[in-house]
């Protein structure tokens, strides 16, 4: 399997639009996987990469490092517990019995310190977060949705864990526009321009927004919807209807063997927008289409899925793709999404090359 050059993972103060945390985080597309000829299994990318946006979260006394998913989608902290005397686990976890700070709080809950920097001695401690012991890919889970998606309302919300001074409530978060490194700004915004969308968030659960029409070329779909943004999902959800009638036109078809939307590699396709109260959402080709691991049939995967069969509930949803193409800031106390065109490159590495 082809494997992509990724950036390491690290937590680091700096100064930023006043003062502001920023976490360094990864992004991970690796060649996905072929499944079963069955229409109803769905084609994802290396399923330890399935979650796409990672950082990495220190836990414990002394700390203990794992890659966290991140997740506007969720509102709570959620870490892996290695299992108590089984040996040494095959998978991220964390091993409470080593931190002398670990305190299990209910069947569902514990609490621990979150260090903010090891070097510098900054560290939170209590913690509350949900313990669970079920394997994945990753140490834990870090929610970034609104803390009204809570599962218990004792948790701690990430945010607090990161800035002592949460003053201006709120984080945006960027990838390089090759996908390859990716950074969260925590209390600070992105540098607005002429062209930035400002929208106002309408759920205090979700960071959703309302959508009044999609374009792909001469396709042109009223909506007057809701799109939700997911960092966890690696595809943009819509309804199977709108699906067909983008894709129609465009040499874009569904493979039952892959699971998946694919095209040419070389086909030239129009820009996927989203007009929106506040202005034109454009999420290009290089974003929604999957060119740089083709398929053994010599296309490429793209990027879309029917939210009803793949989805988590809403009928519209922005994954990885719109962090690419746009700096997004998520403000909790103005309620608003913010979209600045972004122009960050991979300035440390090529990350499509194969190792």
Known sequence: MARLVLLSLFLALSLYFGSALRLKANIRRHLPERYGSRAQNHFHHDPKDFNVLDIVVKVGTPPQYGAAVV?????????????????????????????????????????????????LGFVVPNVTFISRDHKTQFFGRVGLGWPSLRKYPGDTF????????????????????????????????????????????????YWQFAIKQVHLGSVKLPINGQAVIATNKEYIGMPKKFLDQLTSLHGITWEADYGAYTVDCNQKLPNLDFVTDGGVITIRPKQYVYVWEPLSNGRCVVNFEDSKAFGFGPEWYFGIQIVADYCVAFDFKKAQITLTENFQECDVCDCHKKQ
């Open 71 to 119: 997740d506007t989608t969720s509102g709570d902290i959620e870490i892996t517990l290695c299992p108590v005397g089984a040996g040494k686990p095959t998978y991220p976890c964390f091993n409470s019995s080593q931190s002398s700070s670990f305190v299990q709080k209910t069947s569902n809950t514990a609490s621990d310190s979150f260090w903010e920097d090891e070097d």
């Open 158 to 205: 990430f945010p607090d864990t990161s800035y002592d001074k949460w003053t201006r409530e709120t984080f945006s978060i960027s990838t390089g526009l090759l996908g390859c490194e990716a950074q969260i700004d925590f209390d600070a915004t992105c540098e607005p321009n002429k062209k930035t969308i400002y929208l106002p968030a309408t759920s205090r659960a």
